[in-house]
């Protein structure tokens, strides 16, 4: 997929415009991005997205689903193949509707625009679909899909409720993170784990144990403090079952099938090895969500 981050990097030509943020990728975007690809080959299926998140701009606090390098792959995965991320920034958010169109959407080709029916762009937000079609742009409007919304897959998330969250996503969600040295402790009980330094920024789900997948392999996650040991800071530690090699350093996308139980203190080091086991011979048995 080619990546542009201003509309002169893209070839002017026709082109059928997804536009939204995309967090997460999940079955909502899906279907605006479907309207997008089903105007081929008349017209040059294409996503504008924005990075940062507009609500992290605008002072609110946000988790994120994925970061934008998954975001983009998950873009990719679903057809598009060209994507032109715009930087959001303070001064974006002020912009009048009609120089959002002639400064991003027209240099590019943009002859439809597809969105969902929510969307609202420009200074105070004042921009809708109507909008464009006054603007002289045609619209595609993409109804919503009820229930299913980013913010909804983030409550399920910190709920822990992964299996749900899969649902909406139409796949199962993830945690992403750079591989870096930790405790050992798991190499000690006989599971060595990958321990992931997650961008501060992405959601992280809610503490416990996790059935789920990463590298091609079946993974037993945890998410927690480990308090067997009285750990206070958070870890996202993965064992890849049937996994030997080094994995330092490198970027890891950890699958979350379903959660297992809760993380908790065990009465004995052989209690804990004998839970970790269990929570593996789980982990092998688990189907992966579609």
């Given at each position: 997929?080619?990546?542009?981050?201003?509309?002169?990097?893209?070839?002017?030509?026709?082109?059928?415009?997804?536009?939204?943020?995309?967090?997460?990728?999940?079955?909502?975007?899906?279907?605006?991005?479907?309207?997008?690809?089903?105007?081929?080959?008349?017209?040059?299926?294409?996503v504008?997205?924005?990075?940062?998140?507009?609500?992290?701009?605008?002072?609110?606090?946000?988790?994120?689903?994925t970061?934008l390098?998954?975001?983009?792959?998950?873009?990719?995965e679903?057809?598009?193949?060209?994507?032109?991320?715009?930087?959001?920034?303070?001064?974006?958010?002020?912009?009048?509707?009609?120089?959002?169109?002639?400064?991003?959407?027209?240099?590019?080709?943009?002859?439809?625009?597809?969105?969902?029916?929510?969307?609202?762009?420009?200074?105070?937000?004042?921009?809708?679909?109507?909008?464009?079609?006054?603007l002289?742009?045609?619209?595609?409007?993409?109804?919503?899909?009820?229930?299913?919304?980013?913010?909804?897959?983030?409550?399920?998330?910190?709920?822990?409720?992964?299996?749900?969250?899969?649902?909406?996503l139409?796949?199962?969600?993830?945690?992403?993170?750079?591989?870096?040295?930790g405790?050992?402790?798991?190499?000690?009980?006989?599971?060595?784990?990958?321990?992931?330094?997650?961008?501060?920024?992405?959601?992280?789900?809610?503490?416990?144990?996790?059935?789920?997948?990463?590298?091609?392999?079946?993974?037993?996650?945890?998410?927690?403090?480990?308090?067997?040991?009285?750990?206070?800071?958070?870890?996202?530690?993965?064992?890849?079952?049937?996994?030997?090699?080094?994995?330092?350093?490198?970027?890891l996308?950890?699958?979350?099938?379903?959660?297992?139980?809760?993380?908790?203190?065990?009465?004995?080091?052989?209690?804990?090895?004998?839970?970790?086991?269990?929570?593996?011979?789980?982990?092998?048995?688990?189907?992966?969500?579609?």
């Amino acid at each position: 997929m080619k990546i542009a981050h201003s509309p002169g990097e893209l070839e002017p030509r026709p082109r059928a415009v997804a536009l939204g943020t995309f967090d997460g990728v999940h079955l909502g975007h899906r279907r605006v991005l479907e309207a997008a690809l089903s105007t081929a080959p008349a017209l040059a299926p294409t996503v504008m997205t924005f990075w940062p998140h507009p609500r992290t701009v605008l002072g609110n606090e946000v988790r994120l689903l994925t970061t934008l390098e998954r975001r983009l792959e998950l873009l990719e995965e679903a057809g598009v193949g060209e994507a032109l991320v715009v930087e959001f920034t303070a001064e974006l958010a002020q912009m009048e509707p009609e120089l959002f169109v002639d400064e991003l959407l027209r240099p590019i080709g943009t002859e439809l625009m597809v969105a969902g029916a929510d969307f609202r762009f420009g200074r105070a937000r004042r921009g809708d679909l109507q909008t464009f079609e006054e603007l002289g742009l045609p619209v595609r409007r993409v109804e919503l899909v009820p229930g299913i919304s980013s913010t909804a897959i983030r409550g399920l998330l910190e709920e822990g409720n992964v299996e749900e969250a899969s649902v909406l996503l139409g796949r199962p969600p993830e945690v992403e993170g750079v591989v870096v040295s930790g405790d050992a402790r798991g190499g000690t009980l006989g599971y060595p784990t990958a321990n992931l330094r997650v961008h501060p920024d992405l959601l992280v789900p809610a503490y416990g144990i996790y059935a789920g997948a990463a590298a091609g392999h079946r993974a037993a996650v945890s998410i927690g403090t480990n308090p067997h040991y009285g750990g206070r800071e958070r870890r996202v530690e993965a064992f890849l079952l049937d996994f030997e090699g080094d994995l330092y350093g490198e970027r890891l996308i950890v699958e979350l099938w379903r959660r297992l139980r809760e993380e908790r203190a065990f009465a004995s080091e052989e209690e804990l090895v004998a839970q970790i086991t269990h929570d593996v011979e789980e982990t092998r048995a688990a189907e992966r969500p579609d």
